[in-house]
C-alpha cells in the first residue's frame, strides 16, 4: 500500500518543519503490512525541536546522550521509504534515522545533507615559519575566543580540535599530512583573529600547511549517525546518498543481514566541500547473518570507508563460576553483546589466541560498563584478568563488489570477521592501507580474527600515501601482538589475495604479522609517479609469525620484488611454492 506524506500535510519544497508530521505518518503506517511512505520530489527540512527521543548506546560513537530522530522506525515491519530522489535536509543535532527492533526494511531514492555540518572548511591563505592564516567562508559560521577557534552551528557551539589538510588538486588528504595536525598536536596550537573572515594559526612549529592548501576544521563528538540499525533485521539502503552526518553514514549493531546498494557517501555535488560524512561510511558491530556491500561510493568522509568486528569483553574478575566482564572503550559501553545462549570463547589479552569455549547460561548488565556472566560449563582455573571474551554467535559473512573508496582521511576497509569474506571487483585509494585486518583485546577491543578471506580482481590506486600514519601496507594484517614470534598459534587463518592490481608508488603491498596460510598470487604490479617514493621500505611483502605463506605468479612492471617472510629474504619471480 502506498501512503503519501501529502496526506499528512506535507509539500515538496514547503521549507517548514517536516518532523512532526512524518512521525505521523509513521505511525500511520505502523499498522499496515507491507506499507509504502512515499515523499513526492524536493527537499524536506528536519530540526531536533519535535523529533522523535530516546536513549541510545550506539557503538563506535559519543554515549550516554538521548538522540532526537527524523524518522524513528520502532518495531516496524515490512515497511519502505520511498523518497522519489528528494532531499532530508537536517538542522541542528537531528539523527536523520534509527530502525530498531523491526524487520524488512527498506530505505530508497532520496539524499540525507545537513545544512551545518559539524565540519568547517577554509583555505590557507597565507604561510610562513611563524604559523598560517585561513579564510573562512560564510557558511561556516565561527568564534575566536581564548586563543580558540569555535565552531558555531544552528543551535550549538563547539570547539575545534583538530585539522585535516586537504590538498586542493587531487580533493583529498595532502601527502604525508595525515592527523599531524589533529588530536595532541593541536592543542599545541593557538589562533587569533586577523579580519575579513580570516584567522592565523601559531604554535605549530613540526608542521605548517601551504598557502592554497584546504584545511577541514573538525569539531564537535559522534553524535549523530546517518542511518542507525539496532536489533533489526533484513535491511536494505538502496540509490541512497548521504553528503553529510555528525557521526558514521550507516552503523549497525547487533543486526542481521544488511545490505548496502549504491549507498553513496559523498561530498555535497555542486559545493566547494571536500567532506561527507564526519566518521565512517559503514560501520558493523556485533552483526550476523550476511552483509553485502554492492556498487557504492565512499569519498571524503573523516574516518574509514567500512569497518566490520565485533568487541572482546574484558574480564574483570572471577566470582566463583560467574565472570565479572567490563566493556571498557568509552565508545562501547552500554552495548548488548551477550545473549543466552550464545557461544563464547576466552583468549589471552597478550597472544589474542584461544583457550575455552561455552555457551552463556546467563547474563546481567550491571550498568552500562559491567555485566555478570555465567556459562555452562565450569571454569578454567588458568582465566586471568585481563583475557577477553568473544561473541562467536554474532559472526557476520561479508561480501563487498563494484565498490569505490577514496580521498577519505585514514584506511580503507577493515576487516575482523571469522565469516565469509570475498572483497572483489572493486576500486581503492586511500591515504592509509586499502585493507586491514586486525584485532585487538587491549585498546579498541574489536574482536573477529578471520577464518576465509578471499581480496580478488581490485584496483588499488596510490594507496598509503599518508604513511606511516594508518597503515604499514597497502594490506595491512596487524593484530595487535606485542610479541607474535614467541606463541605457536596463528591469529588470522586462510587469507587469500589474488589477481589484483596494484598501482602504486609506495613499495609495501603486504605488511602482516600472525597469519596461518596467506596466498599472494597472480597480482600485477604498476609503477606510479604520483607522490614521491617511500624511502627505507625495501620489502614489497613483508611478513612475520606466519605459516603456509604462498607468493607466486605475480608480475611487477620495470622493478623486482622483494618481499621478507619470517625473516627469509626472497626475490620474484618465484617459482609456485609455499615457505
Known sequence: ??????????????????????????????????ATLVFPEGTYHFWPDLAF???????????????????????????????????????????????????????????????????????????DESGFEVCIPEEYP???????????????????????????????????????LMWGYYDKGRVEESGDRRV???????????????????????????????????????????????????????????????FNVTPRPHSDRLFSASADATHFVNCEGKIKLENCLFENQMDDPCNVHSIYAQIAERQGEELLCRLVHPQQRGIRIFSQGDQVRLVRNDSLLPYFESQVKAVRAINAEYMLLELETPLPSTINGGDGLE???????????????KANRARG?????????????????????????????????ESGAVRSVTIRENVFEDCNYCYPFWGKGMIDIDPEIEQPELFVGRYHEEIVIERNLFRTFHPVLVSGQSVAGLRFADNQVELSRRYPQTDNLPYVIDLKACSDVEVSGNRCEGGVLVSRINGKEIQQPLAAGKE
Not at 391 to 405: E, K
Request: glycine share 10%; net charge negative; hydrophobic share 35%.
Open 200 to 262: 592565523r594559526y601559531s604554535g605549530f612549529t613540526h608542521y605548517s600547511p601551504d598557502s592554497g592548501d584546504v584545511v577541514l576544521l573538525q569539531s564537535g563528538y559522534r553524535d549523530c549517525p546517518g542511518i542507525f540499525v539496532n536489533d533489526s533485521r533484513n535491511i536494505l539502503v538502496s540509490d541512497v546518498d548521504l553528503h553529510a552526518c555528525i557521526g558514521m553514514g550507516f552503523i549497525a549493531q547487533n543486526s542481521k543481514d544488511l545490505h548496502l546498494r549504491a
Open 413 to 445: 576497509f577493515l576487516i575482523t570477521t571469522p565469516g565469509h569474506v570475498l572483497f572483489e571487483g572493486n576500486i581503492v585509494s586511500t591515504p592509509g592501507a586499502a585493507i586491514k585486518i586486525s584485532g585487538d583485546a587491549n585498546y579498541w577491543f
Open 391 to 405: 561473541n562467536l554467535t554474532r559472526i557476520p559473512d561479508l561480501h563487498v563488489r563494484g565498490c569505490v573508496a
Open 142 to 180: 565561527y568564534e575566536v575566543s581564548g586563543g580558540k577557534l569555535i565552531a558555531v552551528g544552528e543551535g550549538w557551539k563547539e570547539p575545534v580540535k583538530g585539522i585535516i589538510v586537504m590538498d586542493p588538486k587531487t580533493k583529498a588528504p595532502k601527502q604525508g599530512s595525515g592527523d599531524i
Open 1 to 34: 500500500m502506498l501512503v503519501s506524506v501529502e496526506a499528512f500535510g506535507l509539500q515538496p519544497d514547503g521549507g517548514g518543519d517536516a518532523t512532526l508530521a512524518v512521525l505521523r505518518a509513521i505511525d500511520y503506517c505502523r499498522d499496515i503490512p507491507g
Open 53 to 127: 527521543e530516546r536513549q541510545y548506546y550506539i557503538s563506535n560513537h559519543d554515549q550516554e546522550k538521548t538522540r532526537r530522530i527524523a524518522f524513528p522506525l520502532l518495531q516496524m515491519n515490512g515497511f519502505t521509504i520511498d523518497g522519489q530522489g528528494s532531499t532530508f535536509m537536517m538542522h541542528g543535532f537531528t539523527t536523520p534515522f534509527a530502525i530498531d527492533h523491526s524487520s524488512d526494511i527498506t530505505l530508497t531514492r532520496f539524499t540525507i545533507d545537513y545544512a551545518r555540518s559539524t565540519i568547517s572548511q577554509g583555505t590557507v591563505v597565507h604561510s
